[in-house]
C-alpha cells in the first residue's frame, strides 16, 4: 500500500490522538520502573519518536497499541533501569523515588495505588527484570506474553521471575491504612506535633519499629542512613526543627496518599510521604533533594 502525503498525515494524527489517550497509563508504566518522572516522560517520548518513525505500514498491521506501546515504553524502561541502577550505586545517603505530587505533572500520570514512595522503596531491591515482570503482570495487569516481549524472556521465565519478585514484595511490603480519612487524621496529627515540636506526641503517633528515609543527594543536609525507632526518629524530626526552623506545611496527595509538602524561608523545602497501620506511622520518606523537588509548584 502506498501512502500519500495527505493519508500519512491523517493517519499520523489518527495515532497522536490514540497515544495522548494511552500516555497517562504509559507514563505510570515508566514510573512504576524508574522512580522518576523526569525519566518516565523521557521513555514515553521516545516510544512516541519510534511509532511514528515505524514504516506506516507496519504500524497498520499492530493490532493492539495498547500493547505495542506498553511493551516497547517498558522495554526502554529496563534499558534506563539498568543505567539508573549503576548510578544510584554511588547515591549519597538514601535513594527516593521522585513524588508525584497532586497538583504538578503527577495529575498526566494514572498511578497505581500500590505505587507509594515505600513500595517503589521495596521495588528497588528487585533486579531489572523481576521488576518489569512483576509491574506488568501484577499492577497493570498484562499478559505474560507481552511481559515476555518486553524482558527478552519466555513466558514461563517471566512467570518465575515475577513469581520471585511476588514473595520478595510479600515479605518487605509496607503495611498501610486502607481508610484515607484515618490516613489524613493522623498526618495532621503528625503535622501539628513536628510544628511544634513536641517530643512526646511524636512518639505516640510513630510505630515501635517506625523507619525514617531522607533523601538530600548529597545537596541538602539529611541523614546518611536510615532512622529506625520510634524515640530515635521523634528526636531527629525536633532536632531538626529547632536546627532548620519549624516548617510551614501543606497537606498534599503524595503519589495517591495523603502527605506533606514542607515550606521554609518561602521555599520548598521538602516532600512527605507516610506510611501508616493501625493508626501509627510505620514509613516516613521525606524528599529533600532539590533536583526531585522542581516540577512541584
Known amino acids: ?61 499492530i493490532r493492539d497499541l495498547t500493547g505495542w506501546l506498553v511493551v516497547t515504553v517498558s522495554r526502554l524502561g529496563v534499558d534506563a533501569l539498568r543505567s539508573a541502577r549503576r548510578r544510584r550505586e554511588e547515591y549519597v545517603g538514601p535513594w527516593l523515588p521522585e513524588p508525584l505530587v497532586t497538583g504538578d505533572p503527577a495529575d498526566r500520570v494514572t498511578l497505581d495505588e500500590s505505587m507509594s514512595l515505600a513500595m517503589l522503596v521495596v521495588l528497588e531491591s528487585l533486579s531489572p527484570a523481576e521488576r518489569t515482570s512483576f509491574v506488568l503482570h501484577d499492577v497493570f495487569g498484562c499478559e505474560f506474553t507481552e511481559v515476555a516481549q518486553a524482558v527478552g524472556r519466555t513466558p514461563a521465565a ?10 520478595h514484595v510479600a515479605a518487605r511490603a509496607p503495611r498501610f491504612e486502607v481508610d484515607t480519612e484515618a490516613h489524613r487524621d493522623v498526618v495532621a496529627a503528625f503535622a501539628r506535633a513536628c510544628e511544634g515540636m513536641d517530643l512526646a506526641a511524636l512518639v505516640e503517633l510513630l510505630d515501635p519499629d517506625v523507619v525514617l528515609r531522607t533523601d538530600g543527594g548529597g ?10 525507632g520510634a ?33 521554609r524561608a518561602g521555599r520548598l523545602d521538602s516532600v512527605v510521604g507516610l506510611t501508616i497501620a493501625d493508626g501509627r506511622i510505620t514509613e516516613l520518606d521525606v524528599v529533600r533533594n532539590p533536583e526531585k523537588l522542581r516540577s512541584i509548584p
Not at 502525503?5 to 508504566?29: C, I, M, N, Q
Not at 545537596?219 to 529506625?228: D, F, K, Q, S
Not at 521523634?234 to 501543606?250: I, K, Y
Request: include cysteine; glycine fraction near 4%.
Open 219 to 228: 545537596r541538602v543536609l539529611a541523614a546518611r542512613r536510615p532512622v529506625v
Open 1 to 61: 500500500m502506498e501512502y500519500d502525503t495527505s493519508a500519512r498525515a491523517s493517519r499520523t494524527d489518527e495515532l497522536a490522538a490514540e497515544f495522548t489517550a494511552l500516555r497517562p497509563r504509559l507514563l505510570g508504566v515508566a514510573y512504576s520502573l524508574l522512580g522518576s518522572l523526569d525519566e518516565a516522560e523521557d521513555v514515553v517520548q521516545d516510544a512516541w519518536l519510534r511509532l511514528t518513525r515505524t514504516d506506516p505500514e507496519k504500524v497498520d498491521a
Open 231 to 263: 524515640e530515635k526518629v521523634a528526636r531527629f524530626l525536633v532536632r531538626t526543627a529547632r536546627s532548620l526552623g519549624p516548617p510551614r506545611q501543606r497537606h498534599v496527595l503524595v503519589n495517591g496518599r495523603p502527605g506533606l509538602l514542607r515550606y
Open 158 to 167: 517471566c512467570r518465575q521471575l515475577a513469581a520471585r519478585a511476588r514473595k
